[in-house]
């Protein structure tokens, strides 16, 4: 290669002749013009390596999150509201019918014949057979989302049971369905292990080793409490079962373009859901003592401190601070007998820093 490259450069070389005394000059001129050129190119990509590509960094940003409370034989946190659980709950799983099930249609009628017994369909409804009723259903079924049973069954059981007797069997059984989907999806969410808030790669840098800590020092949290009514006693009493000191958890990555939204969920401690769970309980206890310490709760308060550390691709640590705002309120709905409570976790910018 070598050889070739000066075979060819050769070629191109002056030959000196007093016609033209200025070739060798020419050609000299053109090599160390190039060569300046190179190291300028050169100097340029290192100058923007160092200043620009080097300098890029990762900013992680935790960002507002809503919760959903539930009181129904026993309190639990989950992120998505009763509408949407049950709304995802009957769009995935198919319906499922055990030998159980059958005694819920041999009600259905026994309810509708004492609805109507003084009207003619009080009869027709008497002749309903609930086995064969059940096993219609479970045909019309088959295979289904409930979701997609619900049209069936309006579609058609009135095919099978005319005069108008169809549509009120079905009335009736969606709403069986509706009370059987609402207590599978809200069981299966009083289950999981944890609820999420979601942290955001709003820099431009990829953050590694990612730690958050929560810290309730200041005692923000205490203060709260006592303008809720907690007494000295009812405040260590809460606080034998689960500890408030910093709490420190290790989370996952957040790479740039291994997802759309450049964001990683990181699981709410279970102390901070306890602790809010006994404000929710404090808060009931107020309603029925009918005090004015719930006011307490009619705006943000700040509960904790939160600290988010991270590391760069180069090695470099970085540290964010942010107060921790809360804020719960009742939404009035009791549907199903699931008493609900919406509540929000805040995450403001702060100057303050963890001392250990």
């Known amino acids: 290669m070598v050889i070739g490259f000066l075979a060819n450069a050769s070629l191109y070389i002056p030959v000196p002749s007093l016609a033209n005394v200025n070739a ?15 190291l300028v190119t050169l100097w340029g990509i ?18 507002r999150t809503d919760f959903f409370l539930y009181d129904n ?47 003619k369909w009080g009869d027709v409804f008497a002749q309903v057979d609930a086995d064969n009723l059940f096993e219609e259903v479970k045909r019309i079924c088959k295979l289904r989302t409930y979701e997609e049973a619900f049209s ?10 005319s005069d108008g007797v169809g549509e009120k069997l079905a009335e009736k059984i969606q709403e069986n369905f509706r009370r059987k989907i609402v207590y599978e999806a809200m069981n299966e969410a009083k289950h999981r292990s944890f609820v999420f808030f979601w942290l955001y790669n709003v820099g431009a840098g990829n953050a590694i080793d990612i730690r958050i800590e929560w810290d309730f020092t200041r005692n923000q949290h205490k203060k709260f409490c006592e303008e809720l009514g907690f007494s000295e006693d009812e405040y260590r009493q809460m606080l034998k079962n689960f500890s408030l000191d910093h709490i420190a958890i290790a989370e996952a990555d957040i790479m740039l373009n291994t997802n759309s939204d450049n964001k990683v969920k990181a699981f709410v401690p279970n102390e901070v859901i ?26 943000e308060r700040e509960i904790s401190l939160l600290k988010v550390s991270y590391t760069d ?10 107060d921790v705002i809360f804020k719960m309120s009742p939404t009035f709905d009791d549907s199903y007998n699931y008493k609900e409570q919406h509540f929000y976790l805040k995450f403001n910018k702060s100057d303050r820093k963890i001392i250990h």
């Open 24 to 38: 060798w000059l020419g050609f000299f001129g053109s090599i160390i013009g190039a060569g300046i050129a190179g």
């Open 46 to 63: 290192e100058y923007t390596i160092k200043n620009t590509l080097l300098n890029i960094k990762p900013v992680i940003r935790p960002v």
């Open 73 to 119: 034989q026993g309190i639990f946190v989950t992120e998505k509201s009763r509408t949407i659980l049950v709304k995802e709950f009957s769009e995935k799983e198919k319906v499922y019918f055990s030998e159980i099930d059958k005694f819920d249609y041999s009600i259905i009628i026994n309810e509708l014949i004492e609805e109507y017994q003084d009207r």
């Open 152 to 161: 069936n069954i309006l579609n058609k059981l009135p095919e099978k049971y």
């Open 274 to 299: 306890l602790f809010i769970k006994h404000l929710y309980k404090k808060s009931i206890e107020n309603q029925k003592e009918n005090n004015a310490n719930n006011n307490a709760l009619v705006s």
């Open 313 to 322: 691709i180069h090695g470099q640590d970085h540290f964010e601070y942010y």
